[in-house]
């Protein structure tokens, strides 16, 4: 064999042996290829859902800020309105209330009063109707 023979002969068989070795290097490059690719694909869809989430938010902020209005309106009826009646009708029974409480210590004279009157009427109508 010729030494340009025996060259071809090591050549063959080191690119046979680094064939060989490096085919499950290219292999395991390829399944990290294609899990980038999957990785890739799940970033979009976070990414989407991201998007789908920050567009609840903003509708979230939205309406909260549609019921702090709402509540300070309320506030503000509250404020204006209700409780100015309130205090309107609080003191209205108040008045009342110690007008009839001046005045509930004298109702037990009057009913004993009225009894008497009874009596008398009734003990006077008596004495009439002998005369009559």
């Known amino acids: ?10 050549s063959g068989m080191l690119d046979k042996k680094l064939k060989a070795e490096l085919q499950p290097i290219k292999n395991e490059l ?5 899990d980038i690719a999957d990785m890739k694909d799940e970033i ?16 979230i902020k939205s309406n909260m800020l549609i019921m702090q209005n709402e509540i300070r309106q ?3 009826c509250q404020e204006n309105i209700i409780l100015p009646r309130l205090d309107t009708i609080e003191s209205c ?12 210590d004298k109702m037990d004279s009057v009913f004993e009063d009225v009894e008497l009157l009874k ?7 008596e004495k009439l109707q002998k005369l009559a």
């Open 44 to 59: 979009a869809d976070i990414r989407s859902e991201i998007a789908g989430m920050k567009g609840e938010i903003a509708s």
């Open 30 to 34: 390829q399944t990290m290829k294609d």
């Open 74 to 76: 309320i506030k503000l």
């Open 119 to 125: 009596t008398v009427v009734t003990h006077h109508s």
């Open 1 to 10: 064999m010729t030494d340009n023979e025996l060259l071809l002969a090591l």
């Open 93 to 104: 029974y108040s008045d009342t209330f110690n007008r009839y409480r001046i005045y509930a």
